[in-house]
């Protein structure tokens, strides 16, 4: 049986300290992130191609969606969006609840429906680099 050394002991907490480091700098930027309320929209793509781009206002807007995948409802309201039906055999969408902040989504799987927040006015859009794999 082997034990363990103190340098082991050292690697694996420089991985944890990494680690992290960069969860606590992503989780930053994200939520540093300025915006007025009526300033972010959702869009909604179906397949990969765009259905549909909404701005996110006080005021509710039904969105029904057919397509050849399933039928999905999206209620925007309060500043948010939130699916409200989906013909899914399992509704997990509808669990994703009320999204309202940049780079939140819903994904609905068999509908091949994804809506994510997004700040049209914000310096570092969407063309940045997340991961390379």
């Given amino acids: 049986m082997q034990t363990i050394k103190r340098g082991d002991y050292i690697i694996v907490l420089l ?3 990494v680690a992290g480091s960069i969860v606590g700098l992503k989780w ?5 992130e300025h915006y007025q309320q009526g300033d972010l929209k959702a869009r909604i ?8 781009t909404v701005t996110l206002t006080r005021e509710e807007q039904v969105i029904d969606i ?7 409802t999206l209620k925007v309201f309060d500043y948010g969006i939130q699916m409200t039906y989906s013909d899914a055999p399992l ?3 509808l ?3 009320f999204i ?3 780079r939140q989504q819903i994904i609905c799987i068999p509908a091949r429906l994804m809506v994510e927040v ?3 006015g914000s310096s570092g859009g969407d063309d940045e680099l997340d991961a390379i794999i």
């Fill in 91 to 93: 509704r997990i969408a």
């Fill in 15 to 17: 991985v944890l300290l």
């Fill in 100 to 102: 309202s902040k940049p």
């Fill in 95 to 97: 669990e994703m609840g």
């Fill in 45 to 52: 793509t179906i397949n990969g191609q765009e259905y549909k």
């Fill in 118 to 120: 997004f700040n049209p």
């Fill in 28 to 32: 930053f930027n994200n939520h540093n």
């Fill in 66 to 72: 057919k397509t050849g995948f399933g039928h999905n």
